[in-house]
């Protein structure tokens, strides 16, 4: 799992290295914490539906519904989430921040998952 986020870190940071310059931080950019608490559910919820875990029918089990959800608890836009990704993606620096969070937040979840 590790190394498919840090191959999508990779990819990412290669794709944005070439836009626009990087200016000062934007007033609509998410912080970086709740970045890395969206970029978590994302994650497990791509995971649950490649291992196709939830208890749904298959009309329910829409992945751009579950984004959704995901961006509702967390009180962000998909366009919000989009732009807040494309502004840290040019700062190697700041997205290797978000995704250590990330990676920690789910191994700790997944050290409770393996408890019970």
Do not use: P
């Not at 590790?2 to 609509?28: M, P, R, T």
């Not at 829409?62 to 959704?68: E, N, R």
């Not at 494309?86 to 290797?96: D, F, G, M, P, R």
């Amino acid at each position: 799992m590790k190394s498919k986020i840090y191959l999508f870190l990779i990819c990412l940071s290669v794709f944005y290295s070439c836009s626009k310059k990087q200016g000062e931080k934007q007033n609509n950019i998410i912080s970086k914490d709740t970045m890395a608490l969206v970029i978590m559910d994302l994650h497990i919820v791509d995971a649950a539906i490649s291992l196709n875990s939830f208890d749904m029918s298959a009309e329910d089990f829409d992945k751009k519904k579950l984004y959704a959800q995901v961006f509702k608890q967390h009180k962000v836009t998909r366009a919000k989430f989009n732009e807040s990704l494309k502004y840290y993606s040019k700062n190697l620096a700041e997205i290797n921040e978000i995704y250590k969070e990330v990676i920690i937040g789910l191994s700790k979840k997944q050290a409770e998952v393996r408890a019970k």
